[in-house]
């Protein structure tokens, strides 16, 4: 599985609107992790917001589809607010 670490964008850190847009964009086997948190479904808000990721925490995407990494990878560093 490829990887890619990427720095929180969003000023709310991954909570309910970032976490769902990340979630909608999303599909099967796409993960979110941090180095202290086991990683999480990146199809599923809840369990982004599980993560308690805050602006500027840094945070791991894996996925077997190197455009599908590159997207979420690209919407966990945007500013996502609003």
């Known amino acids: 599985m490829a990887t890619k670490t990427v720095t929180v964008g969003s000023t709310v850190g991954l909570h309910a609107r970032p976490a769902a847009l990340i ?3 999303a ?11 086991p990683a999480v479904d990146a199809g599923s808000a809840l369990m ?4 308690g990721a805050k602006f ?3 945070v791991i995407v894996e996925s077997d589809d190197e455009a ?3 997207t ?9 607010d609003g």
Request: net charge negative.
């Open 23 to 25: 979630a909608q964009a």
């Open 27 to 37: 599909t099967s086997g796409v993960t979110l992790a941090m180095a202290d948190k």
């Open 56 to 58: 500027g925490d840094e």
């Open 48 to 51: 982004i917001m599980t993560l």
């Open 72 to 80: 979420i990878a690209d919407l966990v560093a945007s500013n996502l």
């Open 68 to 70: 599908m990494l590159a």
